[in-house]
């Protein structure tokens, strides 16, 4: 469906900056902009940003010849 366009790294800092996001619903301010940590957490978990392709970025490692990260 979507190349990914997101590294490892990148979705880890985006699947732990959604779930800290998501935890102030619970456990801190309880304010519903929490609730946005909830982009970053699908982001991560299909590893494809819509933004990224609009601009053109790509965190993901290059590719060698026969599809192996170089």
Do not use: Q
């Not at 490892?8 to 946005?36: H, N, T």
């Not at 982001?43 to 392709?53: M, V």
């Amino acid at each position: 469906m979507f190349a990914n366009n997101e590294g490892d790294v990148d979705r880890l800092v985006r699947l732990m900056a959604g779930l800290f996001l998501l935890f102030g619903v619970f456990l801190g301010p309880k304010s519903p902009w929490c609730w946005l940590g909830l982009v970053p957490i699908a982001t991560a978990i299909i590893g494809f940003c819509p933004l990224y392709r609009v601009v053109g970025i790509t965190t993901c490692r290059a590719e060698g010849p026969r599809g192996h990260a170089a």
